[in-house]
């Protein structure tokens, strides 16, 4: 029996259910197309007056979408759900690296809610903060900073974006054209029937709702849980990776989680080493 991918509806359709579902969100629209709901949030930040957060802003087709180092997502319209969210956080400008794998565990445990229990080990995220299913890429994410508009009058007031794009359809042509394993919803719908009952709009606000929730967590508690939260769901730990850098290997070792900085730790042959998040990438390493 052949599975499809989760119904897409209309951006008025998303704009209003999502209006009502999220009343804490001051701005929440969702549009036909846009250049970035990234870029388009943090243009909206940099206006010196603007109304408050959070925002939300998702769009059908990004023409410009962009992920992590820059790169573009390759998409169809009806086939990804993308969208952005942009949260006040006041934090010393030395822990915004770890707001990038914070993302990346939330929407993880956001999205975990829906699958059944017995199924939750495979959706993990793998550091930085790309989501898998079956080892197969879901979702990327991509989080921004800015202390623009204004934020400026505060050294701790910044205004993070966070964005997603997670796959609901085209995985087998996707992985075809990129040459590695990608996964969608429609895959995780095939094996878990709870999950087959959620709707897009489900998806959204469960990740809506846990950025927000981990955010006002950290500017309250610090970061001191995400190594324990990451451990839950570490698609990396145990495996030898190779760290890269304007693709060259530059490191290899052991991945055996995250410092309360989100940094990953790397056991090498001297000592365990910390990853600077948003400078490297980290893939499975493969022998010879």
């Known amino acids: ?15 209003q259910g999502l209006r009502g579902a999220l ?36 769009a059908h087709l990004q023409e410009a979408g962009r992920g992590r180092a820059g790169r573009t997502w390759q998409h169809r ?24 794998p914070l993302a990346g565990v939330a929407a993880c445990e956001g999205l975990r809610q829906w699958l059944n229990p017995a199924l939750r080990e495979h959706l993990v995220m793998k550091w930085p903060n790309d989501l898998q299913w079956r080892m197969g890429k879901l979702a990327g994410i991509l989080v921004e900073a800015t202390r623009a ?23 087998r042509s996707l992985s075809q054209a990129l040459d590695r394993r990608v996964a969608d ?9 709870d999950a087959a009952s959620v709707s897009v709009q489900e998806l959204v606000v469960s990740i809506a709702r846990a950025w927000q929730s981990s955010l006002q967590r950290v500017v309250r508690d610090g970061l001191g849980d995400l190594p324990q939260r990451h451990a839950v769901v570490d698609a ?53």
């Open 1 to 15: 029996m052949s599975v499809s991918a989760p119904f897409l509806p209309t951006p008025d359709e998303l704009t």
């Open 23 to 58: 009343p804490g969100f001051q701005q929440t629209d969702w549009v036909a197309r846009t250049v970035s709901t990234n870029a388009e949030l943090l243009a909206r930040a940099r206006q010196v007056s603007v109304p408050a957060r959070p925002w939300l802003l998702g």
């Open 77 to 100: 319209e009806g086939a990804n759900l993308m969208f952005s969210c942009a949260f006040d956080v006041f934090m010393p400008s030395r822990l915004l690296p770890a707001l990038s």
């Open 149 to 171: 508009g204004a934020a400026k009058g505060s050294d701790d007031h910044y205004i993070v974006i966070m964005g997603i794009g997670l796959n609901l359809d085209d995985a």
């Open 185 to 193: 919803w429609r895959e995780v719908v095939g094996e878990d029937a």
């Open 236 to 288: 990396l730990v145990g495996q030898v990776v190779d760290i890269i850098e304007s693709d060259r290997v530059i490191q290899s070792g052991i991945a055996c989680g995250v410092d309360e900085y989100g940094r990953l730790l790397l056991r090498t042959p001297s000592a365990v080493q910390p990853v600077t998040v948003g400078e490297v990438s980290a893939r499975t390493h493969t022998p010879l």
